[in-house]
């Protein structure tokens, strides 16, 4: 019997806001909600933006005049909308109208030397060919040039990238805790974690008290490190810039520091870690990792993430070179008009022109079912399979291939393994990929319309995150993930909303797109399927069940008494969660930062053959009997 991974906890940050309380989701089904639903989503991202502040228990403007949720959205509404979710690039990332660069300048002095005046100090050295110095007075030298040589000069240029998936107009993550010389995208993954944490109702020490130290897992990365200056990015450029090499840059600048952060500074976990990369999709390689050691017995709670912040020159002009990305010609020729919308440039399965460049920090909290049900944590859904498959052979390394077709066909069959054949037809969605290329557009069409003809789904409902939130790289499969969550919970499926239309090479036969909300009210999803692609061949495609069919699965294995007595239990946790909620919305996001604090101390660590004993920890680490070989030794 397997135990089954249920998340218990879900949070982070992306273009549409905080995830936690289905904060995000909201914001992109925002058209569908009612009033007071609206209104809470629009008086959360003020707060979040700064655009209010919260003064004894009451929102307030900058005048100190109180402010209802209605004022709210009567006098930000609009601001927030445009100041959300895909957009024009703004300039706490770079200016797309003036990117910096280096222009090399030929210089031929000619039949006299050119002259200029500088300090010793800033001489390269050795002097290049056909320089001379004079000394002058102070520390100052008078340099002649005789022969031909190049100069680069500080220069700008606009760029044909314009448009990204940003955090919230006024939110930096770094704000909210001691974040000094974090990259960006770990100071994504330490507040997403913290809102995780904090959504469960669960505290670490309460988790922490049921399990061994070893029971305890951990698995996030990012692809592209960490690329700003205060990582790779600051690394790389100093020394064409005339700076210094710090002595954290290369060390924050790792892939793996999603997971170290956390581990180190949130958690303070000995467990299993990892930072399982797979391109575009490796939140659900990551997340695979965490449901088979909860299914195997080797967790009992997981930690699963990845935070990317890839909004950086050298990204764009990389996914650029490649004509990867969607640029401002390309949209005005779409559209059909001089005046482009950049809040339409991520435009999955349409008339496209490249994806769009997005940051993200996402990251989800599971347990195994029978600890969910002692410790009473709200269940919002489970994982119970990601498949993961390459594409083989292959011509070009970005190109998708046949490794898709496994995933999801895997994936689909495990479902119904799970549900049932009608239920699976019935009640499931997938949230696809989505990318918005060209390519995209046709290929996973099909796959996923081949996909759907063959388990008999005669209409698979298609959503697509990427639409609001852009292409996240890492966390992207994340996204979809707390998107498909809110679908559980409310029983929409967002439209595809910055398109007009289907594309006429899309594959539909089998398939249902929409450009506007869809309510299944009437007919419950219970299933999403997430599928994700990824450059060089990495595929993946995840089950995730409902709440609904998760406790009917829950009943079934522990009887009705003993869920009775669970859901008891959970009222309490639901009452922590509600409480947090509600400091969230004023701005009080109780971000977890252990730096320096609480540190192990090794020479208090106690082994013996039966056990190890770590300060700070309940329970021991007991040694379990192998008995895996057991047919093979004497």
């Known amino acids: ?242 700076h210094r090499v710090s002595a954290k840059q290369l060390a924050l600048g790792l892939n793996s520091m999603p997971a170290d952060f956390i581990n180190a500074y949130v958690l303070g976990s000995v467990g299993t870690t990892g930072a399982v990369t797979g391109a575009c999709a490796s939140f659900l390689y990551n997340l695979q990792k965490g449901i088979e050691m909860i299914g195997s017995g080797r967790a009992r709670v997981a930690l699963v993430g990845s935070s990317e912040a890839p909004i950086t020159q050298e990204c764009i002009e990389g996914y650029g070179a490649m004509s990867a990305l969607a640029t401002e010609e390309g949209l005005r020729l779409i559209e059909g008009r001089d005046e482009v919308d950049f809040r339409r440039a991520s435009r999955p399965f349409s008339q496209n022109c490249g994806f769009t460049l997005a940051e993200s920090g996402q990251f989800v909290l599971l347990m195994d079912d029978e600890l969910a049900l002692e410790l009473g944590a709200d269940i919002h859904g489970a994982v119970p399979d990601v498949f993961v498959s390459a594409d083989g052979f292959k011509k070009s390394i970005s190109a998708p291939g046949p490794g898709n077709y496994l995933t999801m066909a895997r994936a689909v069959h495990s479902a119904m393994q799970i ?42 409902p298609v959503v697509a995150v990427k639409a609001f939130v852009g292409h996240s790289l890492a966390s992207a499969s994340a996204d979809q993930l707390i998107s498909a ?39 419950p999803v219970q299933v999403c399927f997430i599928n994700s692609k990824g450059f060089g061949g990495n595929n993946a495609s995840a089950v995730v069940l409902g709440p609904q069919p998760v406790e009917r699965m829950l009943r079934r294995r522990y009887g009705e008494e003993r869920f009775a007595d669970y859901q008891r239990r959970r009222e309490h946790t639901r009452e922590v969660a509600a409480a947090y909620e509600q400091r969230a919305m004023f701005g009080e996001l109780d971000v977890i930062y252990n730096f320096g604090n609480d540190m192990i101390d090794d020479s208090q660590i106690r082994i013996t053959p039966e056990q190890i004993s770590i300060p700070g920890f309940t329970q021991p680490l007991v040694f379990r009997k192998d008995e895996r070989f057991g047919d093979m030794l004497d």
């Open 1 to 242: 019997m397997s135990r089954l991974p249920v998340i218990v906890g879900f949070g982070g940050y992306n273009a549409a806001g905080r995830s936690s309380f289905h904060h995000a989701f909201r914001r992109t089904v925002i058209e569908s909600l009612s009033p007071e639903e609206r209104q809470q989503t629009l008086t959360g991202l003020a707060v979040l933006m700064k655009l209010v502040r919260v003064e004894d228990g009451r929102y307030v403007d900058d005048a100190g005049a109180s402010l209802t949720p209605a004022d709210i959205e009567q006098r930000f509404g609009q601001q927030i909308l445009d100041s959300t979710l895909v957009r024009r690039i703004e300039k706490r990332h770079l200016d797309v109208d003036a990117a910096h660069w280096h222009k090399v300048l030929p210089v031929d002095p000619g039949a006299a030397p050119m002259t200029f005046t500088t300090l010793a100090r800033q001489l390269p050295e050795p002097l290049p060919e056909g320089w001379s110095v004079e000394p002058l007075e102070g520390n100052e030298v008078r340099v002649s040039i005789a022969a031909h040589c190049e100069i680069k000069v500080d220069s700008y240029r606009e760029l044909a990238v314009k448009s990204a998936g940003q955090l919230p107009s006024g939110f930096e993550p770094g704000e909210h805790y001691n974040s000094r010389f974090h990259p960006r995208g770990l100071q994504l993954t330490i507040v997403a974690a913290a809102d995780a944490l904090h959504s469960s109702g669960l505290s670490w020490q309460q988790i922490m008290e049921r399990v061994q130290p070893d029971e305890v897992a951990v698995f996030s990365s990012s692809i592209m490190s960490q690329l700003d200056e205060f990582s790779f990015g600051g690394m790389m450029q100093s020394r064409l810039k005339g």
């Open 419 to 460: 549900l049932g054949p009608d239920a699976v037809r019935r009640g499931s969605f997938v949230h696809a990929h989505g990318s918005s290329t060209p390519a995209n557009r046709v290929t996973e069409s099909q796959l996923l319309d081949e996909v759907a003809d063959a388990f008999g789904i005669e209409d698979l």
């Open 485 to 523: 969550l809110g679908s559980f919970r409310y029983q929409l499926l967002p439209g595809i909303k910055t398109i007009d239309r289907i594309a006429d090479d899309v594959y539909q036969q089998h398939l249902r797109f929409s450009t506007t909300d869809v309510s299944r009210a009437d007919n």
